[in-house]
Nanobody, 120 residues
Framework: QVQLVESGGGLVQAGGSLRLSCAAS????????MGWYRQAPGKQRELVAA???????NYADSVKGRSAISRDNAKNMVYLQMNSLKPEETAVYYC??????????????WGQGTLVTVSS
């Protein structure tokens, strides 16, 4: 069993900052890419940022320069620092990880999501 648990969401004023955290636990052998996605009401889930096990990063154009993804491989954690937040970035933010389980299986794991609300 593998579990991803997000934390750090909440209410923030426009222009403010938040730091999201995600912890992976369970029968994990290794984790390849980890990332953050978001889904706003009535919209499709979209990639916000991703990071490989070696630290290469990829960002959505909409957050470049305002966000930073990082990870702690020893702790199986990934973080997303978001700055200068905009009301349109109100969404449920999901953690994702490509995991090699201890029994050898490959898993595309998702967290339950954490709500970020940006007030104007």
């Amino acid at each position: 069993q593998v579990q991803l648990v997000e934390s750090g969401g909440g209410l923030v004023q426009a222009g403010g900052s938040l730091r999201l955290s995600c912890a992976a636990s369970g029968n994990i052998f290794s984790i390849n890419a980890m990332g953050w996605y978001r889904q706003a009401p009535g919209k499709q889930r979209e990639l916000v940022a991703a990071i490989t096990s070696s630290g290469s990063t990829n960002y959505a154009d909409s957050v470049k320069g305002r966000s930073a993804i990082s990870r702690d491989n020893a702790k199986n954690m990934v973080y997303l620092q978001m700055n200068s937040l905009k009301p349109e970035e109100t969404a449920v933010y999901y953690c994702n990880a490509n995991i090699r389980a201890s029994w050898g299986g490959a898993l595309d794991a998702w967290g339950q999501g954490t709500l970020v609300t940006v007030s104007s």
